[in-house]
């Protein structure tokens, strides 16, 4: 409960699973020898979420405030009545037809593009971190740390099967960038109109089973087929590279 406002707010607290401790008094300590990692994470939690505070981009939620205490970083951000996409589809049928899903997600592409040009690459694009508030439009979560999106020993991941690109599970020898994003946005877009879950990319580098339906590739506008086609190519350097490039391709056809 926020007193300054007398409203209720979440907060969001930096713990990295593994490598983090919860003492009596509820101050977090580093388990010995991953102080790096956990002061490297730290960096970026709070520069990141100082990066969102008033942002004007209308499909994120913003941060109100950064604060350190007891050894960790805590966010604070609005309270907002939303489920997720997941969950709105599984009250809607499972699917959404290009005319209903385009105005929902026009709004939410720029978001990324702003996001990307504040130096911020998602990596969690997914059914369950895209929301859908009561108002009917839809607000990003999941912002968080780079090393949370990308597999490596040293830290846990959380990715999203289906939806995360062959480079974060450290397969194609890249790092995270804006063609990470397009990939997730474009297989939640598959997901959304085809009604099922992509392959995951994992299984896609051995054997690409990617295939769209008949009657939706009859039904879908041919820029929209070419769009999600260009920005799910496992291979990051054969792969749309920027949100921008992206959103031409799906919404004016310019391949």
Same mark, same amino acid.
């Given at each position: ?26 101050? /977090? %300590? ?6 790096? /990692? ?19 981009? *209308?499909?994120?939620?913003? /941060?109100?405030?950064? =604060?350190?205490?007891?050894?960790? &970083? ?11 996409? *997941?969950?709105?589809? @599984?009250?809607?049928?499972? %699917? ?29 694009? %997914? ?13 990003? &979560? ?25 480079? *974060?599970?450290?397969? %194609? ?16 877009? =598959? ?41 799910? *190519?496992? @291979? ?20």
């Amino acid at each position: 409960w926020d007193n300054s406002s007398d409203t209720a707010v979440h907060i969001k607290e930096y713990y990295p699973k593994g490598i983090s401790v919860r003492n009596p008094d509820k101050t /977090v %300590s580093v388990i010995t020898g991953n102080e790096f /990692v956990f002061n490297e994470g730290l960096i970026d939690f709070i520069e990141i979420n100082k990066r969102l505070i008033a942002t004007e981009l *209308q499909a994120v939620i913003p /941060v109100l405030t950064v =604060f350190e205490e007891n050894g960790t &970083a805590y966010a604070v951000t609005p309270v907002i009545s939303v489920i997720t996409l *997941q969950s709105f589809l @599984d009250r809607n049928g499972g %699917s959404l037809r290009w005319e209903q899903a385009r105005p929902l997600f026009l709004p939410l592409i720029d978001t990324v593009k702003g996001l990307h040009e504040m130096g911020i690459i998602h990596g969690g694009i %997914s059914p369950e971190t895209v929301m859908v508030g009561r108002d009917g439009k839809l607000r990003l &979560a999941g912002i968080c740390i780079p090393r949370l999106r990308m597999a490596s020993a040293d830290s846990p991941a959380e990715l999203y099967n289906g939806y995360a690109a062959s480079e *974060q599970y450290g397969k %194609s020898g890249v790092a995270l960038g804006a063609y990470t994003d397009v990939y997730a946005l474009s297989a939640t877009l =598959f997901r959304v109109l085809i009604g099922t879950v992509p392959p995951s990319s994992e299984t896609r580098l051995s054997s690409d089973s990617l295939s769209i339906p008949a009657h939706f590739a009859d039904e879908l506008p041919r820029q929209v087929l070419v769009a999600i086609a260009n920005g799910m *190519q496992v @291979d990051p350097h054969k792969r749309t590279d920027s949100i921008e490039t992206f959103k031409n391709e799906l919404v004016y056809g310019e391949t």
